[in-house]
């Protein structure tokens, strides 16, 4: 997992906040998360049991109604340099799912990215830091089922601190992570680093 972890480090070059530094604005940026949402704050809800995982099947969209989020679901794998893909910039509202890993809902950590912005403007993930704990993730699978999840925290890292295996290690329930850039920018380096919502698989909707 440390391989991977170091990769998704890799991959963060690639966080430039491009429709940023295209307008030349550094006073309007995504939404961070406010400490309340981390672990460290403790639940602030009731937390949802957990589900029993389903088996592996693909996921085709996946859906985060407090954000509008609405998206089809791309695959992707890893570069040779062992980072992991990301989906292409041009397209504002695609999401990518590490397809080597865990498919949401199944037994495991499954791996969600998204872009916060590109040259035009704000992307699928622009508003993820916004998101608070016991919102809902709903992932549609080729299957038919769409895996609920409920978010049990949101955190913010810097690159250089970004925690491999809390976010990478494998679980023994159904569990999901959305990553997306975040944390700081500067025009020179645009982000410099990662906001993570952490979720665990609640329910399951037939098709």
């Not at 992991?84 to 397209?91: M, N, S, W, Y």
């Not at 504002?92 to 590109?118: C, Q, S």
Request: aromatic letters at 6%; charged letters at 25%.
């Amino acid at each position: 997992m440390s391989g991977r972890g170091k990769g998704w480090g890799i991959a963060v070059a690639v966080c430039a906040g491009l429709w940023l530094v295209h307008s030349g604005s550094e006073n309007v940026t995504p939404p961070v998360p406010s400490a309340a949402e981390a672990f460290a704050a403790g639940p602030r809800i009731h937390t949802d049991a957990a589900a029993d995982p389903l088996p592996p099947s693909a996921p085709v969209r996946l859906r985060i109604p407090e954000i509008r989020v609405d998206a089809p679901v791309a695959r992707l794998g890893l570069r040779e340099d062992g980072s992991l893909q990301v989906p292409p910039a041009g397209d504002r509202n695609l999401v990518g799912w590490y397809r080597d890993g865990t498919a949401p809902g199944a037994k495991g950590t499954a791996i969600v990215v998204g872009h916060v912005d590109n040259a035009k403007g704000p992307s699928v993930f622009y508003s993820l830091g916004a998101l608070k704990k016991g919102h809902r993730i709903e992932v549609t699978r080729k299957d038919g089922r769409t895996a609920v999840f409920t978010i049990d925290a949101i955190e913010v890292y810097e690159a250089d601190d970004f925690p491999d295996e809390k976010v990478y290690g494998s679980r023994d329930r159904a569990e999901l992570r959305v990553i997306t850039c975040g944390g700081g920018f500067t025009k020179k380096t645009g982000y410099r680093g990662n906001v993570v919502a952490y979720g665990h698989l609640i329910g399951v909707r037939q098709a």
